[in-house]
């Protein structure tokens, strides 16, 4: 059985932010001069093993990180939407040629983990100024999953209830998320591919008066991501 004193100085050392500990890669070490790992009930693996003669105590006197994660109070935020965007640019330190400078910008940092995040806000933003989405007014859009992930997030923070339709062939753990997100999921016949989906789409759309931000066609929403990932290169960071 596990021991609880255990799982408690465990959950402190995870708890400040220890960078060379993973709680899934710890092998079994010392936590307070107590193995932690058959405490537990199950091994661990870890970058280094925690077996200071302070333990734990020692552990959390000293200084372990420069910025504390813990207490940051200028990255909050009232909405989730004001976390898209500004995704960070890394240098790549091993792979670029020797004397060339490659950065990378890692949109996975977007909340739902995609360029697409961009693309659904800007969409629905754009589509609220020109009057073209009412408030209450349901969203429909054919989409294999990045897309409909982003305005599944979008509408649900905004109020707007959202359909996707897609193939039946396409990913289950897609379809799954957007559900999770408070949109209903219309799957068309594999045979028909990913044409069936757009005509279902535009069916649906025209039937019920529905916004259909037609990403396959909307000249708009290319020159939203342009303008958003474009000032980039002149870093500004957005």
């Known amino acids: 059985m596990a021991s609880r004193n255990g799982v408690r100085k465990f959950r402190r050392v995870l708890a ?3 960078p060379q500990v993973h709680p899934g890669k710890i092998r079994r070490g010392q936590l307070g001069g107590k ?9 661990f693996r870890p970058f280094v093993t925690i077996s200071s003669p302070g333990g734990v105590a020692e ?6 990180v420069t910025h504390n994660l813990l207490q ?5 935020h009232e909405s989730i939407l004001s976390t898209i965007g500004r995704t960070p640019v890394v240098k790549l330190a091993r792979i670029a040629p020797e004397g060339v400078n490659v950065y990378v910008k890692i949109e996975a940092f977007n909340p739902m983990g995609s360029v697409k995040d961009r693309l659904a806000l800007g969409c629905i933003e754009w589509a609220e100024r020109e009057g073209e989405l009412k ?3 349901t969203v429909i859009e054919a989409t294999s999953g990045n897309t409909g992930i982003g305005l599944a997030m979008v ?4 109020g707007y209830p959202f359909v996707c339709t ?20 219309i799957l068309t016949k594999a045979e028909y591919k990913g044409s069936g989906m757009v005509i279902k789409a535009q069916e649906l759309a025209e039937k019920h008066g529905w916004f259909r931000p037609c990403q396959f066609e909307n000249e708009v929403l290319n ?6 990932l474009l000032p980039q290169r002149t870093n500004i960071a957005y």
């Open 16 to 18: 400040m932010g220890l």
């Open 35 to 43: 193995a932690c790992g058959s405490s537990l009930g199950f091994d």
């Open 59 to 64: 552990l959390m006197s000293k200084p372990l």
């Open 72 to 76: 940051d109070t200028k990255n909050k």
């Open 135 to 137: 408030p209450g007014q």
């Open 155 to 158: 509408c649900a923070a905004k």
């Open 166 to 185: 897609m193939a039946e062939t396409f990913s289950v753990e897609r379809r799954k998320l957007m559900r999770f997100l408070g949109a209903k999921v």
């Open 223 to 228: 020159a939203l991501l342009e303008r958003t």
